[in-house]
């Protein structure tokens, strides 16, 4: 991945690019050259450029045109069929993907600490991009704010991208700020490299009996899953349509399901089965010094590696920060580095999640990380993000105790053209995939430039590659990924951050149990130990760590030498997910999502103004704590036999939470909370009435509807009544 601000960088003369290895060795996925490129690179680092950053006018008052110039070195466009003998579905697949910028703007006015995340417009006509670019518009989960766009090759292709005059709309008046030039505010534009993984059917799993550490299962088999929707899926148990975990053996810390057990995985749980953008790379020390340098002096502090012993990560303050004076602010650090193109270790949770936030993405799950590595395809038994069993580093038994000679260095370390150099024997071939660990790399002691394995004429397993050509998901570093081991990492309901430091409420990973682990490593052992560190753990399907995580130094933090991270982001976050049905009557189940159920709907008059209506609703993870929690808003339309217009059911309550004449029978303990006012009595929010966690099941839940209050019914109006609600999860304000 690349993000590079538009000002004159701190990594300064080392802003750069690298080079590496050339291995012999051919793709078996498609002859196509387009298809074939997203496993190669330029042999140097390869950051998108942002250039020329310059701001107009808009074309109305309160907007601003931010216009720039973006490039990078490598980039390309393919589509290609997987047969049915190899994704193990029906029929030929087509698929196709490209990789992308995702570009974002931070702003800072006058006086400000820190830096803002620039609203845009939300339609795609109001951005420009020069003739062969495609550009989306990434919109905030609820549809209302641009937080960036996605700028690609709008046609098959590979090779440089050079796009000039890329104009995006501001809306400057929403962020306070004043039109150009008369307030002068410091604008950077940032861009991440990404990977567009389209939505596609793929298995969890490689069912390997070799070596257990709790593998994705059918049921209590040891065969793989099939993934082939988004839906609520059932973990645990036995039967083959649940997904199943060999019963947790291997894993490090237990979790919550087996064969005798079974929790719900909610439909909002990223599955991967959708489509979504994955960061190309590992976020890169360069990357993560942009992202300090937009804070305040208040909060570096809390995500710095001040005091840290650092191998391989040269992040340091160039400028002190400055205290506050008489009457200003203070002044923040610039941080700085000498390695921008070498991916960040000593990323903690809260690290890891602040970047993502801030930079509009979210944290990728541990099933997006298995699609995210072999695609469609159907399993290899302990293989890696490249396709095959074998890994560069002279051994394949990883309980030999061995002290590697056979070994990568590097040739001109921390360069933008760092490559690696193999000595010795027991090389990459054309099945042994190349990564940096431990195994490999012991004498270079942490992760070396993202992407060195790719070069002009590499194949995926020359490149570490994935199916998808995203890179080093197999070594370098462990990968930061949501579980579904617990209730924690099962509340993830896929929101992405707003642009600012604050994390959605779903991204509480450490509530009950631990939510969160690596996968695609560790793949490094103590320096002192004779032993290489583990390759099992780099392997595709391998989740023994993946609800293990060191919580020293500061809550959460975890910093430990071998942790990175990438992000990724829902490819339709912000937009409609399905358009309305073409019947009215079409109940909000269809209309909405399958999650969350309304039945057994009926309507007793109750007295000559009012009736009673009763009905069941059950959603399958609902929760409640001491700060915050979910809830359901249920309203009605009724309408009058042999009337097609439909009416809205204004509510008659005494107060505000549980009114005279509402309730529930049997099942989870609700509240009923009936919104007053000018404008309220419109529906109700369904809540747990206590703190819990899990499937919500009421039923004979009862509301008072104030019939008079609807033009044309009466006590003696026969009426069809139907259901519509909308679920909203978070702190209920």
Not at 230 to 256: A, F, H, Q, V, Y
Request: net charge neutral; hydrophobic share 35%; with cysteine.
């Amino acid at each position: 991945m690349s993000r590079l601000s538009s000002i004159s960088r701190l990594a300064g003369a080392g802003a750069a690019a690298m080079a590496t290895l050339v291995l012999v060795g051919t793709s078996a996925l498609s002859a196509d050259e387009n298809a074939e490129a997203r496993f190669r690179g330029t042999g140097k680092a390869d950051p998108i450029r942002v250039a020329n950053v310059r701001r107009s006018d808009g074309p109305v008052a309160g907007q601003s045109s931010l216009t720039f110039d973006l490039a990078w070195n490598h980039s390309w466009r393919a589509a290609w069929e997987a047969k049915s003998q190899q994704h193990g579905g029906t029929g030929t697949l087509k698929l196709e993907s490209w990789d992308a910028a995702w570009v974002f703007v931070k702003f800072r006015k006058p006086g400000a600490d820190g830096f803002s995340h620039a609203t845009l417009s939300t339609a795609k006509t109001d951005h420009k991009v020069p003739a062969g670019a495609a550009l989306d518009v990434g919109l905030s989960d609820d549809g209302g704010r641009g937080l960036g766009v996605f700028v690609y090759r709008n046609a098959a292709g590979h090779g440089p991208s050079s796009w000039k005059d890329v104009t995006l709309r501001w809306l400057h008046d929403a962020d306070g700020v004043g039109a150009a030039p008369g307030e002068a505010v410091e604008l950077r534009v940032f861009a991440i490299q990404m990977v567009y993984v389209p939505q596609c059917a793929f298995w969890l799993g490689d069912g390997s009996t070799n070596h257990v550490t709790g593998q994705f299962s059918t049921g209590d088999t040891t065969a793989p899953f099939r993934m082939e929707s988004e839906k609520t899926l059932t973990l645990g148990g036995t039967s083959r349509e649940n997904l199943g975990n060999r019963d947790g053996i291997g894993i490090r810390r237990p979790e919550d399901f087996g064969s005798a057990v079974t929790q719900t995985l909610p439909a909002r749980f990223p599955k991967g089965y959708g489509a979504y953008y994955c960061m190309k790379h590992e976020l890169t020390q360069g990357e993560y010094v942009d992202f300090l340098n937009t804070l305040s002096a208040d909060r570096q502090g809390d995500y710095s590696f001040a005091g840290m012993p650092q191998q391989r990560c040269g992040i340091r303050a160039a400028v002190p920060a400055k205290p506050p004076g008489s009457a200003k602010l203070a002044v923040p650090t610039v941080f700085e580095t000498d390695t921008p193109f070498v991916p960040c270790a000593y990323i903690g949770w809260t690290d890891a999640t602040a970047d993502a936030a801030w930079a509009g993405l979210r944290p990728m799950t541990e099933l997006e990380f298995e699609k995210s590595c072999r695609g469609p395809l159907k399993p290899v038994p302990d293989e890696y993000a490249w396709g095959t069993a074998q890994i560069v580093g002279g051994i394949d038994v990883p309980t030999v105790k061995y002290q590697p000679v056979d070994r990568y260095t590097l040739d001109r370390a921390g360069l933008p053209d760092e490559r690696a150099v193999w000595k010795g024997k027991y090389g990459p071939d054309a099945t042994h995939g190349n990564a940096i660990w431990d195994g490999s790399a012991r004498p270079i002691g942490g992760p070396a430039r993202a992407g060195i394995f790719a070069t002009p004429d590499s194949g995926q397993i020359a490149a570490g590659a994935s199916y998808w050509g995203i890179m080093e998901l197999s070594g370098s570093l462990a990968e930061n990924v949501v579980t579904v081991g617990c209730d924690a990492g099962r509340r993830f309901a896929g929101t992405h951050g707003d642009g600012t430091l604050s994390t959605p409420g779903d991204w509480r990973f450490w509530g009950e149990g631990v939510g969160f682990g690596t996968r695609g490593g560790p793949g490094w052992g103590k320096p002192s130990s004779g032993r290489t560190g583990n390759p099992l753990a780099l392997r595709t399907s391998h989740r023994k760590d993946v609800r293990f995580a060191f919580l020293n130094r500061h809550p959460l933090r975890g910093h430990q030498a071998y942790r990175g991270f990438r992000g990724v982001r829902t490819a339709s976050a912000g937009h409609e997910p399905v358009a309305p049905p073409s019947d009215e009557s079409a109940i909000a189940e269809s209309v909405f999502n399958d999650r969350l159920r309304i039945e057994n709907v009926t309507i007793v008059p109750r007295d000559a103004k009012t009736a009673t209506l009763r009905f069941d609703i059950a959603w399958d993870d609902s929760w409640r704590n001491a700060t915050n929690h979910d809830a359901a808003w249920v309203f009605f339309k009724v309408r009058a036999e042999g009337d097609g217009k439909w009416l809205h059911a204004r509510l008659a309550a005494d107060k505000v939470l549980s009114p005279t004449g509402y309730g529930h029978g049997q099942g989870t303990p609700v509240d009923l909370v009936v919104p007053r006012g000018d404008d309220g009595f419109t529906g109700m929010f369904v809540r747990r009435a206590a703190d819990g966690a899990g499937p919500l099941a009421a039923r004979g839940v009862t509301a008072v509807w104030d019939f008079a209050a609807n033009e044309g019914i009466t006590e003696d109006t026969e009426v069809n009544g139907t259901d519509f609600f909308v679920t909203r999860d978070g702190v209920l304000i």
